[in-house]
Nanobody, 118 residues
Framework: QVQLVESGGGLVQAGGSLRLSCAASGSFFAINAMGWYRQAPGKQRELVAAITSGGSTNYADSVKGRFTISRDNAKNTVYLQMQSLKPEDTGVYYC????????????WGQGTQVTVSS
């Protein structure tokens, strides 16, 4: 079993910053792509940012220039640095990872709440 442990969510005023972290633990050999998704109440979950094992990144248009995804392979951790936060960034943020143990499997974190007030 693989666990994705998220941290860093919270309440922040518009214009503020937060850094989300997601650490993978358990028995596995490697992690390929990792990403962050978010879901606002009444809306579908959407991709916020993703990063491949080679370091290529992809961002939702709404967060480009404000959010930065990065990873530390030695720590099996992915980060999402969020700056200039807006109320519309509010939602539950989920960590996702493609993990290889005996096979490639997709895992999700439990989600962490990000609330941006105006």
């Amino acid at each position: 079993q693989v666990q994705l442990v998220e941290s860093g969510g919270g309440l922040v005023q518009a214009g503020g910053s937060l850094r989300l972290s997601c650490a993978a633990s358990g028995s596995f050999f490697a992690i390929n792509a990792m990403g962050w998704y978010r879901q606002a109440p009444g809306k579908q979950r959407e991709l916020v940012a993703a990063i491949t094992s080679g370091g290529s990144t992809n961002y939702a248009d709404s967060v480009k220039g404000r959010f930065t995804i990065s990873r530390d392979n030695a720590k099996n951790t992915v980060y999402l640095q969020m700056q200039s936060l807006k109320p519309e960034d509010t939602g539950v943020y989920y960590c996702n990872a493609d993990v290889y143990g005996s096979r490639w499997e997709d895992y999700w974190g439990q989600g962490t709440q990000v609330t941006v007030s105006s």
